[in-house]
């Protein structure tokens, strides 16, 4: 889903690198199964080391291409981290998508770094214990030129900030939250429904950081007040991975999220 | 100096090694009479079989898999889910 938007939105003049996932299974032998963008794929650990790499290679060559880079939350969060921080450091020209299911779905859904609080996955059959890792203000704390987040129940804003990304030099990471009907176990039809309640109960904002500068998404605006948030239960109920949470856990989450907001909000001050 | 073989890029389904994905579906979606061609079943189909031609949404069978994201996404509820015979 998320990549056919990404496709309406960059347009030509791309080269892929896929790091291991879901993604690298769509595709298969040539010429009929394959992407219509010059695709490579890599292991979790080298994506943005490969990147840095190829968008070298094609400066030299004097071909203004842009690189992306598709990885999942493992591949971002926990194995690729390393690699990802370093680039990000050297400030390497090219786009970084993280592609958010919250858990390491193409395996058998076992918890990732990025799994939220109180979800039940094979690996934590009585919900994990440990809250989600922040990776886009990880991601700040780089100095990078561009940092995004967005949800595939608005494919409007997610395609205009690939499309900003795109004019823009440097290191550039956007977070996608993709919903998955089997991990997160609810029916394939809603998805697109969950990606919006997500935003809606504002479990995931919507924010995009140019040079240093918050700018909350119109989406995610309501939440910056805590009384206009829709509350977190309507997102939770929809999904089975919930069903094992009690009312501190509740309680945790939603302190999370509050936790979350007001970072945010100390931020755009500064 | 471009990647010249590259084309717009919406994505359509091509038949790939599994054949036609059209038979793995257990319902199709049918368009009513009550859609408006807002185009908002087209920006969320994951398999890119939907689209409007003329004012009215049409799908395209042979590659539909039933997942029934158009008929969640539609704003005037447009899109019925049937099941398959």
Known sequence: MTMRMMGMALGNNVALIVVAGCSSVIQGMGPKNSYGYPALNIAFAAGPAAASGMWRAFKQRNKDVTVVVWAGDGGTADIGFASLSGAAERNENFIYVCVDNEAYMNSGGQRSGSTPHGAVTPTTPEGKKENKKELLFLMLDHHVPYAATASVGYPHDLMDKLRRAKTIEGFRYLQVLTPDPYGWLFDPSRTAEVGKLAVQT????????????????????????????????????????????????????????????????????? | MSLEYQVFPVSTPAEGAGGKTGNWRT?????????????????????????????????YYEYCKGCGVCANVCPVKAIEMVMEQ
């Open chain 2, 27 to 59: 319902v199709r979606p049918v368009v009513t009479d009550r859609c408006i061609g807002c185009n908002a079943c087209f920006l969320w189909c994951p398999e890119g079989t939907i689209g409007v031609v003329g004012r009215k949404a049409k799908v």
């Open chain 1, 202 to 270: 504002c479990y995931w904002p919507l924010l995009e950081v140019v040079n240093g500068r918050v700018q909350v998404s119109n989406e995610s605006l309501h939440c910056l007040r805590k009384e206009t948030r829709r509350p977190l239960r309507d997102f939770l109920s929809v999904q089975g991975r919930y069903k094992r949470l009690n009312d501190q856990d509740y309680k945790e989450l939603e302190s999370y999220v509050d936790y979350t907001w007001d970072r945010i909000l100390k931020l755009m001050r500064t």
